[in-house]
């Protein structure tokens, strides 16, 4: 497999973990979501994040899911996968293992004692060490991780470490962080920058120089196609796509709550065959059910209108 | 003044502080602010919030500021006034002096301190306690005051102290909070819930049972119709009203930056003089102007499009 | 293995994990730590705790930790072994392994999430479904977990799960906890009390109504004397020795410098072969060093004055 | 009056606000209070800081605070007031009252939103352009701001601003802070470090280049004692001193609990009149004064064997 270089660009659908009724994961749509996302223009995929249902599974099931998504993808995109954990032992382990199994690189959010520049650039750089030649991706997600990386220690970690070829930007609000980073002599060289926030800011965060987005939405030809259109120079139909699919994207960006209703959606769309949480996990209540539906009803008549 | 009881519903417009070049207070704006939100159809006015720059007042400024609206307003409309402070003293002394000056009622938000239902039950117990039959508003914002009230707390406090006459219901996620406190038999007398967040789940709040909205965006009159058109049944409308300010409201929903979005949006329509902030503040680039001007542009066409 | 009990008490030391310089698990140190704790008159061992390096093992060496401590105490005395994980199916995994290799209990602390009083009783109703009659020790300790739980919601977990049979109490201020606990008619049954912050309050947590300590400090044989004669009601020469002691106790519950101070110490004691801490890790520096060697002197002068 | 300078050594004792048993402020005590500080040898005082009961007072109340206890003083011992505020326009008014009062000082803990290394340093070089040629105090407390202040911004910010000529250090553990703070080369001029953390860390804090304390304790002759010993390089009988204080030392720093047992303890000791906290405030349990009792007494006989 190709590793993932500072060329990433597109969409990265950050994949969700299907599982059965009964909380067993659910492989076979695992390959159907897999097959769903390539045919709808993924540039790549991202799998065990943080936020999603990674941290529920067993060591012996995330490698079972890892090993399962690669074999499907058959090298046909670049596969990102997480790897943050406390412990160096545990990172090493998992990277290597990854890595074997096919995977182009791995995510590194950082530990929420980092409280200092140094304490951060210093945590990537025994990072760098410890992972050697794999190419890997800087997760800079305050929200989740309660450690706010300063623009400019972000440079310091590009320009010091050649491994970190990609930023998943999902800083809240980040946009002056992207024009910071484009701007002439911060960085050495061009690192891609991928956002992250379920797509909410993709229109101006393609205007202000990222290179695509790296997260979750149960629509993602949505984000694939804003990428696409920006990337054209086609910035207003960009926009006229986006606010299209606005309402429901703010509906799934509820913290907490998002994923079920990126699972309801999922599964309403045959994508995947249910949409089990496993525990413990936020329930989508039949209200709730009923408010996607109607979002989904009132974007499928502007989608028409649009086209 | 007549003040705020269970029946208080529409928009109450969470008051911007406005400023001239060096800082001070620019009196003249507030006043056409005033003006501005009675005209649009607010059915309240909320002021010395707790997420703008009220705390960035002197004492003496904070007295004026008041007043200087509760003269405009001359008793058109309610108007709620924020006293949360670290000490009862503080409290006790400004809800005299704001009551004295012809306000509704006062908003109370939770000290970070409290970690537990029972301590927070027991806050505002001694709230009501101290301010007598002054009528007050529970602010339930867990991302600013890092409590989070169980929808059975606020209950609790609603069924036991009859001066809570109203939730600014501020939670995120949050809908299913509206649901449970309006089940039957939850509280004993139904109160007023006025949502938060820049409006961003209004259509989705207000059938969920919501009364309105507490809360700012640049464009109240977005709110107003929302509220109004969900409250006479006509909740397509509403959503297409919604959808078309979305992608703004969106913008100006970014923490810590909104306020300048708004500011500079309130300036940009002639309603303040100066988008001015006061130190410390967040600073709006040169970028993110021109974002907002073209978000401004695409929605007014959208607007013309839906009449 | 007998199964831990309400009549757990004494003191149950944390275990540390010993390095070798390199990195890897010390076994032969481990073995010698097993072997100068039952010495020392410990009544329970307690392994892979949340504060400790157990969060940098791999999956596997965790299981060849537990069981090389299991294959070492042969069942002299009750072993809990840590299960906190973010998701059922790690836990339930992690309960079965420890407790087929002879584990007396698990050890579970409230993930972060948690803010309600009824989210904290619904999230142990659900492990105590899940792990079945195994019994569990129930981990308060704010200060680490964020979550803060009332007296009352302890009690309400205690006497509906009939397999809560002890409290890890790390509270702090937490004594008042503990004489709640302890009144009359508050629990259904009188459970296992067993404090933590490395013994700092052990003599004022006894009198309160504590069964001992489950914590760590380089001289569990303070914590063992003031234990047993605080139970033989000879309060003052426990206070006596709690005294002697409580210069260096207060200079090892430095928070994330604590854990290599107890491994200076131990390693000077010849306990563990080296203080070495895995990555990332605190640092001792020189003069720290000299710092825990002159308290350890003034210790020992004031422990034969003691005698 | 004369300013704080670089030179400000010995113990700096943070006051208490007595009240009366209604909550009125108690200003009989206060004169007692301010006597009984410089009787015992208080090199300076410090009002209105963060932890304690400033918070709870109106304004016009902390101005009579400040007023009664620099009349008092009358010039004898510099006074350093808090002034930490949301806003600049408060730290500005406040700063001018205070000074033309005859405060010596300010002291200015960084708001909980920075987050970054130069968040911080341009936070206080505002402050430092605010306030003019008024000499500040930097105060270095994590554990109640929730801003990690790194070893080497501290050193900016002192070699940048002159005007700071102080470091309230109350960082936990803090003593490698200090330590590098005084090593050759990393500041261009040597400033004052007075530390916090009530004491509890006051011998190695003076080994390491503090030049005393600005805390409190219900004994700040335990302070003034152990300062002035390690000064004249009398550090083994500083500690003795200190270790036969350290039981209650470690008890009143209690977290929430601490200014209880403090003010019940100078209550006591008849240098204020009542232990009342104003609400909200934690109360002090029978059983924790017969605790702080046993402590006292516990002192006063090892003091007497020290003699």
Chains 1, 2, 3, 4 share one sequence.
């Not at 994949?15 to 993924?42: H, K, N, Q, W």
């Not at 941290?55 to 596969?79: F, M, N, Q």
């Not at 140094?118 to 800087?138: K, W």
């Amino acid at each position: 497999m190709t590793r993932l270089t500072e060329q990433a660009a597109g969409v990265y659908v950050i994949a969700v973990t299907p599982f059965l009724p009964d909380g067993a994961i659910d492989m076979e749509s695992c390959d159907r979501m897999v097959d769903f996302y390539l045919d709808a223009g993924a540039s790549g995929l991202t799998v065990l994040g943080m936020m999603g249902e990674a941290p529920k599974l067993t060591v012996e099931e995330s490698a079972d899911v890892v090993g399962r998504i690669l074999a499907r993808v058959r090298g046909r995109v670049p596969v990102v996968v997480g790897v943050s954990a406390p412990g160096f032992a545990q990172i090493e382990a998992l990277t290597n293992s990854v890595m074997d199994l096919g995977a182009a690189a791995v995510m590194v959010a950082p530990p929420g004692y980092l409280k200092t520049d140094d304490a951060i650039v210093s945590y990537y750089r025994q990072i760098a060490e410890l992972i050697g030649d794999v190419p890997f991706v800087l997760q800079d997600f305050p929200l989740a991780t309660n450690v706010q990386i300063a623009p400019k220690v972000i440079a310091q970690i590009v320009n010091e470490l050649p491994t970190c070829v990609c930023l998943k930007h999902e800083d809240w609000p980040g946009l002056e962080k992207i024009s910071y980073l484009r701007k002439e002599g911060v960085l050495d060289r061009r690192i891609s920058i991928l956002c992250g926030n379920g797509g909410l800011f993709l229109p101006e965060e393609m205007a202000r120089g990222a290179n695509g987005a790296m997260t979750g939405f149960a629509y993602p030809e949505m984000m694939i196609d804003v990428v696409r259109l920006s990337r054209e120079g086609n910035a207003e139909r960009a926009r006229d796509l986006f606010d299209a699919y606005l309402p429901l994207a703010r509906y799934e960006l509820q913290p907490g709550l998002g994923l079920a209703v990126r699972k309801y959606t999922l599964a309403k769309r045959g994508i995947i065959a249910h949409d089990t949480l496993r525990k413990p996990g936020a329930q989508l209540s039949g209200e709730a059910r009923l408010e996607v539906d109607l979002l989904i009803k009132r974007q499928e008549k502007r989608l028409k209108e649009l086209n």
